[in-house]
């Protein structure tokens, strides 16, 4: 079989050797890398425009996926002044990575531009909105400041991690998680956890990111659990895609609450109508697109309505990424309005299986379930 | 603006008077920030990426601004006309040939933020604000059981008020038809900015058809802020047809007889045989020969009827559904752009349409008279768009130049052009004209440009609407 670039080779047969020609030859030979991603990023009519959430709602060419590649490779070019003006654009971001599902590349915007705001945060450039986060990550480990005094589980034999989201603001989801796993036979157990890191992450912290990522290793490996349940998409994301880049080890297996809960739900029953919008951590994080529409299908007489956007095309809530809800919050709850119209033309009740995204749903007055209060729900009757 | 050069600058500046009143008006949907002008300061005009990586910019708008509504356009242009300032419409920047460029500074409008959708089921219509994105739209049809059928390899950066103004046509063109016959009615802001709307009538005898006038304007007549195209039901069934043909002419005439027996396939594409190789190299029985692809879709007793007319009467190899499902898949991947300009190769695609007896000729010619250009790696075209009359080809031509990237770069251009006007081609069949064409234009039209100038002048007579773009 012919392979990808012989036609050209074809054609460049016999032309006269001109400047560059030797580096295109090396090219299609596959001895020479070409651009670097940013460059390449930088250099694309924004073939990703249309999934970006940035894009749609906020509908700025500065904030657009290949605009932001373009502003980040002019400042790392020198020709843009690194400032607060210049770089707010890169931090108009979800990071939910929905551009990756369309680039012929597969490149993350975010991670693209992320050096950038790394350099920045080490140089002292960062908005006055993140320091309390950067604050309250130092101090307490937590995004929310000092953690409530909180009622531990000590026994069990999986560790229930509910992240800062379930903590602060759904203790009910937390609960009803324990109960839905408990139905099954698991004995779930918690622990005094710390953040997964992702905000520090997302903002550009990287020190502080891989600091709270080795305390967190720390506490997770030395619970004794073999496995991990999590009610949050980030923190599955975090210990299973981003630690391990960092070279830092989780012992046991980490499993999102949908994953672990996948081909365990059996012969359930209930009636009623409700639509769903898939976290982007886990349709595009996880790569499991397809797993929060199946645990809905597969209970009995519940009628699910698929919304336009779902799957790999899932729409973010607009309060992902850490940044835009601190920077801009009109734009993160425009975003998450206009995921919630488009919801709602299917049902009254969304379901979700991500904290994040329930609070921005409801924070625009948006009923919103967790899929453990809906399983808690139909397994009461 | 930092460490970066501006290719055309421009002296004119922005009273700060105009600036407040504008800020009065939008508030924060204003920006003079230099990341936002820098973000404005071109299209996606493929010599411009050689310009970005020598850190230079094609020109600087003054101010950037994001009007909401149609009330907030005529309020914008109505400004900039008082003050005799230039205005240039934004809408996804996929524009290939510089038609959105800022180059006398002014003020940019991005339509972006105006993207209302409202369905008129009954009457096979939608309604769409211009700024609408053309994926966002689409998907929201199909949910719905319709399909515009416009999918330009732009589909998914672009905007419905661009593809009006730039006159586009889609993969789909062969079935659905170009832009131009979607669009039953629309809306636009006249230079002096009152609001002219043009209604979607079925049909209308009431004079000429005025709504042609800002199909294609380019920006250069009014802005168009809404519009009404026609839908279809979403297709009921979908059947892929390739085939292997020994000669370019052999495939032309074969759809050429499809078309003429009445048969409407939503897609054909026949490739030379570069670009058989370039596109299909994984498929070894149509290596070195021309590949053409059919897709029909619609009802399914029509598309079945239209699939025993192409079997009929294609003279070539039936290679079945592979090629088709492999262009499917591959069909918006834009990579050659990102991946050789860094390389130093300029590389860029020129459209143009003829009738079929002057088809072949003109492939032809193109082919020589582009390869002949001192730094050409190579040419290729194929033919992307079919019409009782003629047909549409694609070219796409790559070089190294051993001089300035410009110059060999206008220098294919310009063979280019000046040969399809000997042949008796347009000089443009989809990505019209911007600044790139320009100089060409008048040749191509003839009186006809006397007649655009004149036009423009009468609705435009502060010349503020996208100056100097279209050579007028």
Redesign the interface.
Known sequence: ????W???K???KG?EL????P??FK?ISGKLN??DDL?????????????CPI??VD????T?PA?KA??AF?IR?????LNL??I??LYMCLSCDACTQ?C??EFSVSNLTRPIKEEAVKKGITFKEFSEVFKNLKEYGYVYGEPKDEKMVRDGNILYLRGCTIREKYPEVEKKTSKVLESLGYKPFTTSEKCCGIPAYNLGNITLFKKLAKEQAEIINSSGADVVVTSCPSCAYAYRVLYPKYSIKINPKIFHITEFLEGKIKGLKTKGRVTFHDPCKLAIGLKRPELLEKLLLSIEGLEVKSP??KGK?TFCCGYGGSAISRLNAQLADEISNERLKELREEAEVIVTACPTCKLAFESNYGKTLDIAELLYDVLRG | MTNLEVVMRSNHELPSDVLKHLISILGNRVSTKDVDLLSYSRDYWPITLHWMLKGKIPALARAIVWPKNTREVQDVVKIAYENAIPVYTYGGGSGVLGGAIPEQGGIVVDMKKMRSIKLHEENLLVEVEAGTNGYYLEKYLNKKGYTLGHFPQSLYPSTIGGWIATKATGQFSTKYGGIEDMVLGLEAVLPWGDVVTLKPHVRSATGPDLKTLFIGSEGILGIITKTWLKIWPYPEKRILLSFASETLEEALDSVNRILKRGARPAVVRIYDIVETKRHFYKFDEVYGKIATIIILEGDSKLVEAEKQIIEEEFKGKALGENLVKHWLETRFNVKEASEFAPLGVVFDTIEVSIHWSKAIKLYRSLINVMRSVKGTLFVSAHASHFYPQGVCFYFTFAGIPKGDPTEYYNEVWDVAMKTTLEVGGAISHHHGIGRQRGKWLKEDLGLAFEVLKKVKNALDEKKIMNPRNMGV
């Open positions: 079989m012919p392979r990808k012989d036609w050209l074809d054609e460049i032309l001109i400047r560059s020609a580096l295109i090219f070409g651009p460059v390449k990023c930088a250099l694309c009519p924004n073939m990703c425009r249309h999934a894009s749609i509908g700025k060419e500065t657009s605009g373009r502003i002019f070019d020198g020709k843009l002044e003006e210049n707010e654009p369309w012929p590349f336009r956007r095309e």
